[in-house]
């Protein structure tokens, strides 16, 4: 089943649709090419948002869970995704550890977990699961519904203190799936000998939405050149706002003047293509995931609105972090539905692949809202068809494997993005 | 729906499966190491026959055609391992040439070239058809019934005569989907500027069965050590057995002794693993393709027998080439059977990935009988749950995906038995 698009105007996205099937060829010779020059991370998805006339990424997470919301038919593709990359950073590999995320109670990761074992061991690696030190301190044994059991320990450092693995286990790659918004642990400083998966810097505490989009803005620019359309149907404006003391309310008319800014650069684009809709945008701490911390604004005056500010401090942040400095981002409706229910595609890469994805369908939410909090409503559903070749004879907007190519292609976008925004972050680049 | 297993012997391959499942990592591994340090052929098939208690190769096409009889859920895998391929060989590609196989007026042959330019297409490849001058003196239209068409050229030396294309077409890529058994073209001969897959050499007028089983018999005798298996297990016995005159009878009595010397070995083999089938001999041109001339020989006393030894005269072979050497090889018996029909699987890969297979039945032949022979009651089926990755808690023998995942182990032996053979066939090393 694919999402129906409830938008009239969705004439600019099938005229996306056309151009990315017709320039198939030449995209997939593009990002070959730019695969050249960066390296992609080791896996990611992206949340996109698809509003009938404009198909935007709004976030690029480094640390994929939810490898069970995939269909079971993609894996193949994931471990063939992953030979290629392990081939590439460490082809002698052996072992490799996975660091989880501190969620380790929680069921549904915990079968995340099982299927990422799954596919590393099918890749050929002897794959155990090492914890934090702040997050376990002895062995556990997990038991799964489908009867495997996951056998989590704790990491410790090496002797001589130059490596990271295991009481009896000694691994040549360090899978993170632990996106560190805490900080970087102590344990995974200052480790040279071994390869940390994706790099340390990419974790929250250090990684910067702005960086991302900053550098999305190049590799949209290119695209939009390469296939003759505005960079604007896939990319969202955004401005970063610093500077900011919530408590104190520093910052307000900063930030009050810059969604002024926004929201007049984003009504002349809607004017230009005739959208109708009323444009919004989404204000969010420039560090941190997980959903938390993101506000719609409509108006400016929201922002000068005394009680409305206080819900845009931000403050829920992931693990308490304090905000100063925020993502001022064009919104991007999302007017795809599901028996009438709001979704979002996200879809999955590991290395530069493609390997499928899933909606969030969201009962409860807006067309204008973030889906990614958690709420009962929220239902994955994994891509039908995903793994069918595009149909160059199908309608614009007809065919699912088509929608999805495009997903993948846009999605590949802010992959590429991120490959830019890791090397520009890079604390070490010489060592890179 | 997965073949079952006429055999009452069948412990030892269930050991087999049980064996390569548990060494999965390991020998995922070693593969990963031996594509370091050789190149797999750009595509290939390879025909396996599961006799119960031993599983072997018995063909390995790197021509593959009948792409079509593949499920269309696995050509993203195909897709997937193209662009690595593409990558190694030619990042930069960005034109491709396919030059197809004699039968071009082959219906089923059509759907495959259709497959083949989708796939290449996805890659990102433009993407057109090449025939051999003596095919094709001008342009051809062949409508499919899926409504596509496909345009096939002839291919033209440039001006300068350093490089082969079409009319307004300049490739850099030549994709041999033709076995080259008439010879190699000499609109082929003399191309160094353009990249050529799989070489020529890999054309059956310059290949040869045995020195194909002679890479294989190393290559089984490596991995028998890693996983701990006799490698007879997936290594049939063969002899060469050259300067026969079919015409004159030279040869027929070293025929006949080098079949009692292999006869006696296997059944030795028979005995040590209490197998109560009758041993038998496939006695094969070493030279040549599409299952003509193979015989089936259960006693020397036939090759003496002169109305056999006319039928072991082999002048079915293809293209009317003359036979001189054969290969006398232990036959497999394929103890596979759909709805009582005899079915052999064939494991298709591009690079070094398998991409997926299907079981060729065929309702009129026996156990011990080449299936590849044209006939009424062959049927292609693609392999059911071919794209889901292996079950550890399954037993064995009961688990689609892990009956597949062994048989994509043997084939990739002999995918990498032929990468060992093209770099020792090759007649210009130096430009390899």
């Known amino acids: 089943m694919v999402p129906h698009l409830v938008t009239a105007l969705n004439g600019p996205l099938l005229e996306l649709e056309k151009k990315i099937l017709a320039a198939t ?6 990002f070959r090419l730019e695969w050249q020059e960066h390296t992609p991370p080791f896996y990611c998805w992206v949340d996109l948002r698809n509003a009938g006339f404009k198909l935007a990424p709004v976030d690029t997470n480094l640390f994929p869970g939810s490898f069970n919301y995939l269909a079971p038919e993609v894996l ?5 995704a992953s030979m290629a990359a392990i081939e590439k950073y460490c082809p002698e590999a052996r072992n490799i550890v996975v660091v989880p995320e501190n969620c380790i109670d929680n069921p549904c990761y915990q079968k995340n977990l099982g299927i990422l074992v799954q596919i590393l061991r099918q890749v050929g690696l002897n794959v155990r699961l090492g914890a934090l030190p702040e997050q376990l301190d002895q062995d556990l044994h997990l038991d799964l519904p489908d009867g ?12 001589n203190g130059r490596r990271v693995g295991l009481k009896d286990f000694d691994p040549c ?17 200052n480790l040279h000998e071994q390869t940390l998966l994706p790099p340390v810097h990419a974790g929250w505490s250090l990684r910067r ?17 390469l296939i003759d359309v505005d960079p604007w149907m896939l990319n969202p404006y955004f401005i970063k706002c610093g500077q900011i003391n919530f408590q104190e309310r520093d910052g307000a008319d900063s930030l009050a003047a810059n969604v002024d800014t926004l929201l ?5 684009k809607y004017r230009e293509y005739g959208i109708k809709e009323k444009p919004f945008i989404i204000v969010k701490a420039d560090v941190g995931t997980y959903g938390k911390g993101i506000i719609t604004v409509r108006d400016a005056k929201e922002i000068r609105d005394i009680e409305r500010y206080r819900d845009v401090k931000l403050s829920a942040i992931k693990d308490g972090h304090e905000v100063t400095d925020v993502i001022i981002q064009e919104g991007v409706y999302t ?35 973030n889906l990614k909090a958690p709420g009962a409503g929220f239902v994955p559903l994994a891509f039908a068809q995903q793994h069918a070749i595009p149909d160059l004879r199908a309608q614009p907007g007809t065919a699912a494997p088509n929608r999805f190519y495009m997903y993948g292609v846009v999605a590949r976008l802010a992959l590429l993005a991120a490959s830019l925004e890791m090397e520009r972050t890079d604390p070490n680049p010489e060592i890179y």
Chains 1, 2 share one sequence.
């Open 25 to 30: 060829p030449a995209i997939e010779r593009w």
């Open 76 to 80: 193949p593709l994931a471990v063939q």
């Open 148 to 159: 495997s059991t996951l056998h989590l320990e704790p990491l410790v450092r090496s002797p």
């Open 173 to 189: 790659t360090v899978l993170l799936n632990n996106d560190l918004s805490q900080g970087i642990p102590s344990i995974l400083e």
């Open 209 to 225: 939405k702005t960086n991302h989009f900053a550098a999305y803005d190049e590799v949209a620019k290119k695209f939009g050149k």
């Open 264 to 268: 007049a650069k984003i009504r002349k």
């Open 335 to 369: 007017f795809e539905r599901m028996n009438e229910a709001v979704t979002e595609p996200v879809v999955y890469m590991i290395d530069r692949f493609v390997i499928g994805g899933f909606y969030r369908v969201h009962a409860e939410r807006g067309s204008d809202e």
